[in-house]
């Protein structure tokens, strides 16, 4: 079966440090991963995606996500957190390409403390 | 900042009452979707569209309806709201039309029901 999983329901941080969300995927295919991020009351925003090419992507607010084939995971990384940063982390993943499909994760909230 | 807009913001209505959420985008995208979300919690895809005249229902069986009329415009109905429908409801579109598909959704504001 299809699915994205991300196993933490939270994750705590202190400003400054650096962090990382996790996500791991089970998909036939090659797959379209993407971040999305959403802060309070606000809907999501898209963060950054992979579709092909180098396994490091940049995105906004200088997150970064390592594709990695092998171990089924798109981790969302940063090097330096902000208290800014606190929100709710969705990955998703898209099979193809001209079909529907998007499966968004369960969400993993950060707090980033100051 | 996506040009995908929803009203209301908020609603508070009583049981029985028909609603009609809004969603509108100028983005020129084929694709719209309909997601329920609870607070903090993970969305659950209600309908989506694959353009004009094209809807379907998603995964989390819902007793809204959608209809498709203008590219621009995705409305979702309640014709009998209960507080089970109590929820937000966040919009979203993607693909601009001629454009490879990569399916980035770009998600309206939110709509939070209430439902008394």
């Known amino acids: 079966a299809q699915s994205v999983a991300q196993p933490e329901d939270q994750v705590n941080v202190a400003e400054g440090n650096p962090l990382t969300v996790k996500c791991t995927y089970s998909v036939s295919g090659n797959p379209y991963l993407f971040w999305y991020v959403q802060y309070p009351n606000r809907g999501l925003q898209f963060l950054l995606k992979?579709?092909?090419?180098?396994?490091l992507v940049k995105g906004s607010y200088g997150f970064e996500a390592e594709f990695n084939k092998s171990q089924t995971s798109f981790h969302l990384k940063k090097p330096s957190a902000l208290v800014s940063d606190s929100a709710l982390y969705f990955c998703a993943v898209r099979v193809g390409t001209g079909g529907f499909k998007t499966i968004f994760g369960a969400g993993t909230r950060l707090f980033v403390k100051a | 900042e996506a040009d995908i807009y929803q009203t209301p913001r908020y609603l508070v209505i009583g049981t029985g009452k028909k609603i009609t959420l809004e969603c509108s985008q100028t983005m020129g995208h084929d694709k719209m979707y309909w997601y329920q979300q609870d607070p903090g919690m993970e969305l659950h895809l209600i309908h989506y569209?694959?353009?004009?005249?094209?809807?379907e229902k998603g995964d989390l069986s819902s007793e809204s309806t959608v209809s498709r009329i203008r590219t621009e415009h995705f409305p979702l109905t309640l014709e009998s709201a209960r507080p089970s429908h109590t929820s937000q409801y966040l919009c979203?579109?993607?693909?601009?039309?001629?454009?490879?598909?990569?399916?980035?959704?770009?998600f309206g504001p939110g709509t939070r029901l209430t439902v008394l």
């Open positions: 992979y579709i092909t090419g180098d396994n």
């Open positions: 979203a579109s993607s693909d601009p039309r001629g454009g490879t598909s990569t399916d980035t959704q770009y």
């Open positions: 569209s694959y353009g004009v005249n094209s809807t």
